[in-house]
């Protein structure tokens, strides 16, 4: 893609910080629009055409989620936009919140517009301590001009932002847990059904959206859902950050087309493996996705592509490793992190989490041998798709397909630990 | 009413409910730890994931993921299957894990017998343990959470059934989860002690040892105990229960379920009314004054004393507290009856210094006030002044007041005193007649709701002891009265007179009671009232 549409902010000199910049640079136009211009049941209907999906990680058309609002309950609908980041391995909303956060404040605004939202919570992660900064000040600076407050862009409508901080938890990005953390309690994620649609923050109707999601829909608004289903598979188009992280020459962002090739994202834009390496694994979409083999890499990165592949786009946090990596030890920390965030609510994940880690501390340390490699994928499989929330299949996911990609690595480790007992 | 086949047996259920209820209704179990009929749902344990092959007549199609039969609501034409390869496979799966951590120490634990870890690894779990005994993760085992209750860390699986009623039962709070993942435990609110009046609740919730009774742990092997459905008679709710004994030893009560009248709960308070049966308080003999001696003799010898006794007065009273049966009521009434005296008093005052408290405990302290009331009692505080015989049953009038009642008593040509415990009203009996409590002898009480139910013989009487019931009709027989054999001959005679019909049993009862309304309303047992008549005949 020649223009940057989510990462504008790199082409230009100007500061999109400042709101004088990011309004010179046309900002703000498409939300005057909306409050003045628009009805809000256009404003669905265009994200409903231009098959926007859900950049958080699920991939659920946004438009769609939209129209399950509860109708006429006669309580307020919230809007949230979840500013979370919390799977290891994704920094993408990071990049928009630091430097356009009017970005996103406008694609909230629409957003607002779109569904009847008077009162909008962006529950940023605890750890993004600046971006929260630069989001009290861009909110600040659009009460300033009118464009939040009591009475939006003259239209005598009503819209606020607030800003939540969580405190590093990361069941905090799952949706119903986000809710809960709002709340002030803890972020123990809902039983569904009710779905948040129908019964959300404080009890009444809410839409969570991501932050990509969200600064997606200023520019479907303002360019048209053709325009935007033009760009990559029309099943799951547009623009879409992709963050390399890992042995790679040249980790970052990339705002590249949905469906790029996952290859050429490697090769290309983050600039291939580092000198004398080769490539072994990649995670796609953010560490609980399944992991990629050096020879299953020329994938479209975009939702349906990749769940061909048996694996998930996820949050497109792409996790590079090479030939130095130890794919024992990789797992291991992976393991780690799941039993270290999971919630405890479910008996499954609150139990599976610890016991995964533990036969993988014994294997990587020569401690577990052939049998136990059979009861770790069969753990793992007793966490799928059997708690509330998808922590527990975010844990699961990658032990699975570690020891199914790289099972002789596995059984290597394993036949350590028989050598020795033998010894 | 929608229609829903739960592993191919299809049943009608009420509209709304989940399908764990609606399998239950359809004789399927569907195991689970969290939920409680009672409490909100959690769908934390996992363990009565189920797999939904239709989810309704309008969506016949299964559903891709497992889904927890507490949160599925019930629809027309749902097909559900509890026991397929799948489910009986995640199901293995949540017991393992909730096993893994578990320190399994079933031999020194209280819950061992009715521990639903044990049932379920039984009947769906049998699998070998693949986790390493070093790695159980400890916690601690011997916290004392309240006055009354103990908690063991290790041995929760955090099913926050006790979290959920201590917020939506009693709006108490003394219990949280703490920490996350597998480092979480059940813990006491920082300042707090499970210490209010319906705690010991959470010992029955919890279905697993985490939570034990500091009164019952250690005291009983479960499955060495007895137990017979009874009626609490520590106030005037009348909470169903469960007696729990071992031979002439009561252990402990436990609440029954009785939507009509307690929920699933009762009061600590009742729970310890067990306590009161066994003691050097109780009344084991029935007694004649001879002088200034007392002298122990026989059930028969005690009934004609106190019969030759009452006859010599010129007028007797009856009185009461409020904890006399139904059944003693009634012959009480009888005895009053033929001795040409007025209507019987109950004494028990209607409140006390414990309040209402809006939820189960009556300011009533006693079972059946509205049983005697119903039958024509007065109440009252004193004494009929123009009497000079008073014949007092399970009522201890002289410890309530001695100055006003000493004198009275004192210039009585007779008193007869009925009780089943020493009371300081003997001090000024003629006649003193032992009879069992009420965990003893099978009666009825009315509770402040006008629900008459059953209460139930758990243990036998001490001593020479006998059924209140027979002793009074013993007497009453020895009055000139009738003779009674059985207490559902009592019984029967008692609903007659009530208007509740005639030839019923405590059996018809049923272990849940009626209203008064409800029992005089429903027809009678046919085969007792046409066996009666063909005796009359």
């Not at chain 2, 044990?118 to 309240?146: N, W």
């Not at chain 2, 049953?393 to 100055?403: I, K, L, P």
Request: charged share 25%.
């Amino acid at each position: 893609m020649q223009e940057k549409v989510l990462l504008r902010y790199r082409d230009l000199t100007a500061d999109l910080e400042a709101i004088d910049n990011y309004i010179a640079d046309g900002g703000y136009r498409t939300a005057r629009r909306a409050f003045t211009e628009l009805a809000p049941e256009k404003i669905v209907e265009m994200v409903k055409e231009s098959n926007l999906r859900g950049r958080g990680g699920a991939g659920f058309p946004t438009g769609l989620k939209w129209t399950f609002l509860a109708k006429n309950t006669g309580k307020p609908i919230y809007l949230l936009c979840n500013a979370d980041e919390s799977e290891p391995g994704t920094f993408k909303d990071r990049e928009i919140i630091e430097n356009d956060p009017h970005q996103l404040l406008e694609g909230m605004m629409i957003a607002a517009r779109a569904i009847g939202c008077v009162n909008a919570y962006i529950y940023i992660r605890g750890e993004f301590v600046y971006g929260a900064e630069v989001l009290k000040h861009a909110i600040a600076e659009a009460y300033e001009k009118g464009f939040l407050g009591k009475d939006v862009f003259g239209s005598g409508r009503e819209l606020h932002f607030h800003v939540h901080r969580g405190a590093g938890a990361y069941v905090c990005g799952e949706e119903t847990g986000l809710i809960e953390s709002i709340e002030g309690k803890r972020a123990h994620p809902r039983i569904k059904p009710p779905f948040p649609a129908v019964y959300g923050v404080f009890g009444c109707p809410t839409i969570v959206n991501n932050v990509e999601t969200l600064a997606c829909v200023r520019h479907i608004v303002e360019r048209g859902p053709a325009w935007f289903k033009a760009i990559g598979p029309a099943s799951s188009p547009g623009p879409k950050l992709y963050g390399v992280s890992g042995h790679v020459r040249n980790p970052g962002v990339f705002e590249l087309p949905m469906g790029t090739s996952l290859r050429e994202i490697i090769e290309v834009h983050a600039g291939g493996m580092r000198a004398g390496r080769t490539l072994k694994a990649v995670i796609p979409g953010g560490s609980s996705v399944p992991v990629l083999r050096a020879d299953e890499i020329d994938i479209a990165m975009d939702f349906d592509s990749v769940a061909k592949a048996g694996s998930m786009l996820g949050s497109a946090g792409i996790i590079v490793m090479d030939d130095s990596t130890d794919m024992v030890a990789a797992l291991r920390r992976v393991a780690h992190f799941y039993h270290h965030e999971s919630c405890g609510q479910c008996t499954p994940c609150r139990e599976g989490t610890g016991w995964l880690e533990k036969i993988l501390i014994a294997l990587d340390e020569g401690r577990a041998g052939e049998e136990d490699l059979q009861t770790l994928d069969n753990v793992a499989k007793g966490m799928l798709g059997t708690t509330i929330c998808v922590l527990s299949d975010a844990a699961a996911m990658p032990v699975r397909s570690f020891l199914k990609k790289f099972s002789e690595e596995f059984r290597a480790a394993a036949a350590r630990a028989v050598g020795a007992a033998s010894a | 009413m929608p229609t829903v086949t739960v592993n191919g047996v299809s049943v009608e259920v009420p509209d709304g409910i989940n399908v764990v209820k609606a399998a239950e209704m359809a004789g399927q179990e569907i195991p689970h730890y969290c939920y409680h009929p009672a409490l909100s749902v959690a769908g934390n344990c996992r363990m009565c994931l189920i797999d939904i092959r239709a989810m309704s007549a309008k969506q016949p199609n299964p559903l891709p993921k497992l889904q927890i039969g507490c949160n599925t609501i019930v629809a027309d034409g749902m097909v559900v299957e509890t026991n397929n390869p799948r489910v009986e496979e995640a199901r293995r799966g949540v017991l393992e894990f909730l096993l893994i951590n578990h320190p399994i120490d079933c031999p020194i634990c209280d819950q061992a017998g009715e521990c639903k870890l044990q049932e379920y690894y039984m009947d769906y779990g049998r699998h070998h343990s693949r986790f390493a005994l070093e790695q159980k993760r400890h916690k601690h085992k011997v916290v004392e959470v309240g006055p009354d209750i103990m908690l063991d860390q290790e041995r929760c699986i955090l099913c926050t059934r006790c979290v959920r009623f201590l917020e939506e039962v009693t709006g108490t709070n003394e219990l949280c989860v703490k920490e996350r993942g597998d480092h979480s435990e059940l813990s006491l609110a920082s300042g707090k002690s499970v210490d209010n009046p319906y705690a010991t609740n959470i010992v029955d919730l919890c279905p697993v040892g985490a939570l034990t009774s500091r009164e019952f742990r250690f005291q009983a092997r479960v499955w060495y105990l007895d137990s017979v459905p009874s009626v609490c008679t520590g106030c005037a709710t009348g909470c169903n229960v469960d007696v729990h004994f071992r031979r002439d030893s009561l252990y402990r009560i436990k609440p029954r379920a009785n939507a009509a009248v307690n929920g699933y709960w009762m009061c600590d308070e009742g729970r310890r009314t067990w306590r009161a049966n066994h003691g050097d308080h109780r009344l084991v003999a029935s007694y004649d004054r001879r002088g200034e001696e007392f002298v122990q003799v026989d059930a028969t010898e005690a009934v004609s004393r106190s019969a030759a006794l009452l006859q010599a007065c010129g007028k007797v009273a009856v009185v009461a507290s409020a904890s006399v049966s139904l059944e003693e009521g009634y012959l009480l009434g009888c005895i009053a009856h033929n001795l040409g005296s007025g209507p019987c008093t109950v004494l028990s005052p209607p409140t006390s210094d414990i309040a209402d408290d809006g939820k189960l405990i009556s300011t009533d302290r006693y079972p059946n006030r509205a049983g005697l009331l119903a039958l024509g009692y007065r109440e009252s505080g004193a004494l009929p002044a123009d009497v000079d015989g008073v014949l007092v049953a399970r009522c201890d009038a002289v410890a309530a007041d001695e100055s006003a009642w000493g004198p009275r008593l004192e210039a009585m040509r007779a008193t007869v005193v009925v009780d089943d415990r020493i009371s300081k009203t003997m001090a000024y009996a003629d006649a003193v007649l032992a009879i069992a409590s009420h965990f003893e002898a099978p009666a009825t009480l009315v509770n402040r709701k006008g629900r008459l139910q059953v209460l139930g013989a758990a243990v036998a009487t001490p001593g020479a002891a006998i059924a209140g019931w027979q002793s009074l009709a013993e007497l009453l027989e020895a009055l000139g009265g009738p003779r009674y054999e059985s207490v559902d001959e009592v019984f029967s005679a008692c609903c007659a007179e009530l208007g509740l019909g005639v030839a019923r049993t405590h059996e018809e009862l049923g272990s849940t009671g009626a209203t008064l309304d409800q029992w005089a309303a429903s027809p009678t047992n046919v085969a007792l009232s046409s066996a009666a008549s063909a005796t009359v005949a």
